[in-house]
């Protein structure tokens, strides 16, 4: 590629919703910031408004409040993947694994904990500044749940290393993670009490609404292409453009729609459905909880409590899939809706009858080395993509750090991001798609019913 042609960088795509999310679908319909018209000039520029983008606009507006930035949102806040998250802003690895503590994976354990822990606390300073409720906003911890032997000795040895490591947590036999869950299919679970628990459509709306000038926030505003300008940038949109120096990348896989990262991001998506409310005096039990599977890639469940009288509702997400076309069909969200139903009936026999009233999938990017896709990717273009799963704590972190980057500030979430490899090379087609579902397919299978 020519040193001229690296200088235009044409959207090949744009997002596309996937089904309808059941945490924006259950509120009130949100009135959408302006769509940018005309020109602009910008300190930053930040391309996407989810997790990644608007922590990296507040976390730039606290290093340096007279800067200008310029958050240029595809859709509406909290209806692309943002708003499908499932909700958990974790503070420990997310995986439980029964490998032994070397002084490496001990090293890996504690740089995983600094990432997601300056997300919680990203997210703890928005959340008090604002006075967002529990319904938004909840510390409240997070359980591991199995229901077969193998996920209780992943429970058991995750808690072993918790204790060499010093961390709270909590083991409970079937009795008390049935007193939680009120079901009677779970035969252990570990809690720990470090995970913050948010409905991701209301808190990615109010991260965006809490953004003060000279911040702006364009809604309806997808940038189309972003070419050189003298010494920085013009990034086109439909109905205008941003002139800035810099640009901070927090699109995620749709980095690749600009022509970055090719051939090293494995875009997938994971698929969720919400049940319709149901008479809590049906489900015993905690009226809200959030769970997350003992083994990989099985199946995250949560309880919603209202409060309101409305009654009470269950998600269950569960299915992953390789598109890379970054879009799945509706056809493939009904597939993974009757997988769904299953984990649904076997888990809560009491509740046959209540249907799912909302279906819909979110999409990631992930990197076959699980690094994030980041750093200056361009002179002036930084990047804080490749959240690798874990959207609401990984992408929050890398927008910190993006931003820190972007303004030359140092701290220890910076040198850590510093020190992190490349995104590796993914074997070349058609033996990255054949890989890729065999490994998800064989993921699964290992869930079992997990």
Same mark, same amino acid.
């Given at each position: 590629? /020519?040193?001229?042609?690296?200088?235009?960088?044409?959207?090949?795509?744009?997002?596309?919703?996937?089904?309808?999310?059941? #945490?924006?679908?259950?509120?009130?319909?949100?009135?959408?910031?302006?769509?940018?018209?005309?020109?602009?000039?910008?300190?930053?520029?930040?391309?996407?408004?989810?997790?990644?983008?608007?922590?990296?606009?507040? $976390?730039?507006?606290?290093?340096?409040? /007279?800067?200008?930035?310029?958050?240029?949102?595809?859709?509406?806040?909290?209806?692309?993947?943002?708003?499908?998250?499932?909700?958990?802003?974790?503070?420990?690895?997310?995986?439980?694994?029964?490998?032994?503590?070397?002084?490496?994976?001990?090293?890996?354990?504690?740089?995983?904990?600094?990432?997601?822990?300056?997300?919680?606390?990203?997210? *703890?300073? %928005?959340?008090? =500044?604002?006075? #967002?409720?529990?319904?938004?906003?909840?510390?409240?911890?997070?359980? @591991?749940?199995?229901?077969?032997?193998?996920?209780?000795?992943?429970l058991e040895d995750y808690a072993q290393q918790l204790s060499?490591?010093?961390?709270?947590?909590?083991?409970?036999? *079937?009795? =008390?993670?049935?007193?939680?869950?009120?079901?009677?299919?779970?035969? @252990?679970?570990?809690?720990?009490?470090?995970?913050?628990?948010?409905?991701? +459509?209301?808190?990615? !709306?109010?991260?965006?609404?809490?953004?003060?000038?000279?911040?702006?926030?364009?809604? !309806? *505003?997808?940038?189309?292409?972003?070419e050189r300008l003298g010494t920085g940038w013009l990034v086109k949109t439909p109905q205008?453009?941003?002139?800035?120096?810099?640009?901070?990348?927090?699109?995620?896989?749709?980095?690749?729609?600009?022509?970055?990262? $090719?051939?090293?991001?494995?875009?997938?998506?994971?698929?969720?459905?919400?049940?319709?409310?149901?008479?809590?005096? !049906?489900?015993?039990?905690?009226?809200? #909880?959030?769970?997350?599977? +003992?083994?990989? %890639?099985?199946?995250?469940?949560?309880?919603?409590?209202?409060? /309101?009288?409305?009654?009470?509702?269950?998600?269950?997400?569960?299915?992953?899939?390789?598109?890379?076309?970054?879009?799945?069909?509706?056809?493939?969200?009904?597939?993974?809706?009757?997988?769904?139903?299953?984990?649904?009936?076997?888990?809560?026999?009491?509740?046959?009858?209540?249907?799912?009233?909302? !279906?819909?999938?979110?999409? %990631?990017?992930?990197?076959?080395?699980?690094?994030?896709?980041?750093?200056?990717?361009?002179?002036?273009?930084?990047?804080?993509?490749?959240?690798?799963?874990?959207?609401?704590?990984?992408?929050?972190?890398?927008?910190?750090?993006?931003?820190?980057?972007?303004?030359?500030?140092?701290?220890?979430?910076?040198?850590?991001?510093?020190?992190?490899?490349?995104?590796?090379?993914?074997?070349?087609?058609?033996?990255?798609?054949?890989?890729?579902?065999?490994?998800?397919?064989?993921? =699964? #299978?290992?869930?079992?019913?997990?």
């Amino acid at each position: 590629m /020519t040193q001229a042609a690296r200088n235009v960088f044409v959207a090949s795509r744009l997002p596309k919703r996937a089904g309808v999310s059941g #945490w924006v679908a259950t509120l009130a319909p949100r009135t959408p910031q302006s769509t940018l018209n005309g020109s602009v000039i910008a300190d930053v520029a930040i391309i996407g408004g989810g997790f990644a983008g608007l922590s990296a606009a507040r $976390r730039i507006s606290r290093l340096d409040p /007279t800067a200008r930035v310029a958050v240029l949102e595809a859709g509406i806040v909290g209806e692309g993947p943002a708003g499908a998250n499932s909700g958990f802003i974790i503070d420990l690895p997310h995986e439980v694994s029964s490998d032994g503590f070397s002084g490496e994976s001990a090293a890996r354990f504690r740089q995983s904990v600094l990432i997601q822990r300056s997300a919680i606390a990203l997210a *703890t300073e %928005m959340a008090t =500044e604002n006075g #967002w409720g529990k319904n938004v906003f909840d510390p409240c911890g997070r359980y @591991s749940v199995a229901i077969s032997a193998e996920g209780d000795k992943h429970l058991e040895d995750y808690a072993q290393q918790l204790s060499k490591m010093g961390e709270d947590h909590r083991l409970l036999r *079937t009795r =008390e993670i049935g007193a939680v869950t009120g079901s009677p299919v779970y035969t @252990s679970g570990l809690f720990t009490p470090g995970t913050v628990i948010v409905q991701p +459509a209301a808190y990615i !709306r109010g991260v965006a609404d809490c953004l003060k000038k000279p911040v702006t926030l364009y809604e !309806r *505003t997808p940038a189309l292409s972003f070419e050189r300008l003298g010494t920085g940038w013009l990034v086109k949109t439909p109905q205008g453009s941003v002139q800035a120096p810099k640009i901070i990348m927090a699109n995620n896989g749709h980095a690749e729609s600009f022509g970055f990262f $090719r051939g090293r991001l494995l875009h997938v998506f994971t698929y969720a459905s919400l049940t319709e409310a149901f008479d809590p005096s !049906r489900l015993s039990g905690e009226r809200k #909880w959030a769970a997350t599977p +003992a083994l990989p %890639m099985g199946t995250t469940v949560r309880r919603i409590s209202t409060g /309101t009288g409305t009654g009470d509702r269950i998600l269950v997400r569960s299915r992953y899939s390789y598109n890379p076309s970054i879009a799945v069909s509706d056809a493939a969200i009904q597939r993974a809706g009757r997988l769904h139903d299953g984990k649904f009936s076997k888990r809560f026999p009491t509740l046959s009858g209540v249907g799912m009233q909302y !279906r819909w999938a979110g999409a %990631m990017a992930l990197t076959r080395n699980h690094v994030p896709a980041f750093g200056e990717i361009e002179r002036g273009v930084f990047a804080a993509c490749g959240c690798n799963g874990l959207g609401a704590s990984n992408s929050t972190a890398s927008g910190i750090a993006a931003a820190e980057l972007t303004l030359g500030h140092d701290s220890e979430l910076g040198r850590v991001y510093a020190r992190l490899a490349a995104p590796a090379a993914l074997p070349p087609q058609p033996f990255t798609t054949i890989g890729a579902k065999i490994h998800l397919a064989y993921r =699964e #299978w290992s869930a079992g019913s997990e």
